[in-house]
């Protein structure tokens, strides 16, 4: 090693980390609006808040690290979202006698045996090739099999459903404590991921975007649609909490319990993400990110390390739609709304910096906070200057008021993000990466 290498190295050590002055600016200035909006708007309104802002963050760390990362775009945020929450609401809703106690679990079963053989039947007739079957055959085969076993099947399964919903409503749930709801939901949110990546991760960043959107729609339209499981638009309430509720403790001190679950949930997210995100692990996914070709070349495997980055960002909104779905004590499979799951997501995201966790956090956190307060504070002005315009030029004020008001967050939001892009494109909190070269 050279003497100039060896000084330029010990430069690099012996450098101090700069004073985080950013960060503790946005911080400072993010506290003295929540200590702002619990004067106007109270405890236990505000509390409600920053519960929520804190799920939404979880969702915004899932995103985060597969945009910032990886350079993946996922539009099929609220498709996770939902998953979770279903996992919760079935894991947490107490069991219902009226499905349990009757033979429709044995029927329910031998229906789902049948939708498990038909797969691995169809699956083993697209493998038909490997015994010397050609393969426009194979695919015909595949294809006329699928299409007869879907018939059989899926009337099974209607008859067996119809039962359910006639004589037990839907099955419920099986009554245990809702954080094994949100471990479960953050599994089967993962496994959805892992498929859905086999098959869309191969697409450019475009359509992959097109790809998981409309998947995250098939997931709301069976939730919505599957009476039997979910009940549907008719809802699932209440969910139980994994703390204390309001009737125990106040809605005030029960917000405040369920809110330092999910601080503790978001500080073990960031180290954890952290340090891989510093780890040998972090700096090649990176390096995908900026040059596929380059880590190609250099032996890594591309699409091994773009499945486990897609996967781990949908656990994390899985497990964020499970922690959200129990505080609103809910389950509606038509609250999954695009704006609300995937676009505030990403404004979240872009204003706090891609690629940073802790301006992710930050994004989040503030992004709700103007989402939420927007629609008070448009109502306060619309008053305002309804009353002037009486008062000083005899207008008579428009009686729909609070519908402007609603859909001033909308517009916020949009003029938000446009501020953002045009003047801190990388976020205000950009993601800091160390050359040493």
């Not at 319990?257 to 500080?267: E, G, P, R, W």
Request: aromatic letters at 10%; proline letters at 5%; charged letters at 15%.
């Amino acid at each position: 090693m050279s003497t100039q290498q060896t000084e330029r190295r010990e430069d690099i050590v012996a450098a101090p980390s700069r004073f985080p002055l950013r960060e503790v600016i946005l911080f400072g200035a993010l506290l003295v609006v929540i200590l702002g909006v619990y004067a106007v708007m109270g405890s236990a309104y505000s509390t409600r808040m920053l519960v929520e802002a804190a799920c939404y963050a979880i969702l915004a760390l899932g995103l985060t690290i597969q945009w910032g990362y990886a350079g993946q775009f996922n539009a099929g945020v609220m498709g996770f979202v939902a998953l979770g929450a279903f996992a919760t609401m079935f894991f947490s809703v107490p069991a219902n006698e009226a499905f349990w106690g009757t033979e429709l679990p044995g029927e329910l079963g031998r229906a789902l045996l049948y939708v498990a053989a038909s797969i691995l039947l169809v699956y083993g007739a697209t493998k038909l090739d490997r015994l010397g079957v050609p393969r426009k055959l194979r695919t015909l085969i595949a294809i006329v099999l699928a299409v007869v076993l879907y018939l059989v099947v899926i009337s099974v399964l209607r008859s067996v459903t119809g039962e359910i919903e006639s004589r037990a409503g839907f099955i419920g749930g099986l009554g245990l404590p809702a954080w094994s709801g949100w471990i479960v939901g953050g599994a089967l949110a993962g496994a959805i991921g892992y498929f859905i990546g086999h098959i869309c991760l191969g697409l450019r960043s475009d359509y992959l975007a097109i790809a998981t959107l409309g998947i995250a729609e098939i997931i709301k339209a069976f939730l919505k649609n599957s009476d039997w499981l979910t009940r549907g638009t008719a809802t699932v309430s209440p969910l139980p909490w994994p703390t204390p509720g309001p009737s125990t403790l106040g809605f005030t001190l029960a917000r405040a319990l369920y809110l330092s679950v999910t601080a503790v949930m978001i500080a073990v997210i960031f180290f954890l993400l952290h340090r891989a995100y510093h780890a040998p692990w972090g700096r090649m996914i990176r390096a995908i990110r900026d040059n596929e070709i380059s880590a190609a070349a250099m032996g890594k495997d591309i699409n091994r390390r773009r499945l486990e980055i897609f996967v781990l960002g949908c656990i994390l909104m899985g497990i964020g739609g499970g922690a959200l779905a129990s505080f609103n004590s809910i389950f509606d499979p038509n609250g999954f709304l695009p704006l609300n799951h995937t676009f505030l997501v990403l404004v979240m995201v872009i204003l706090g910096g891609p690629g940073n966790n802790l301006g992710t956090i930050f994004g989040a956190v503030a992004v709700y906070i103007i989402w939420l307060m927007s629609e008070p504070l448009a109502l306060f002005l619309m008053h305002g200057a309804a009353a002037i315009g009486e008062g000083w030029f005899g207008w008579e004020p428009p009686g729909n008021l609070d519908s402007r008001a609603l859909q001033a967050r909308v517009f916020v939001i949009g003029l938000l993000i446009t501020l953002v892009l045009r003047f801190a494109p990388q976020g205000l909190l950009p993601e800091k990466v160390k050359h040493h070269g």
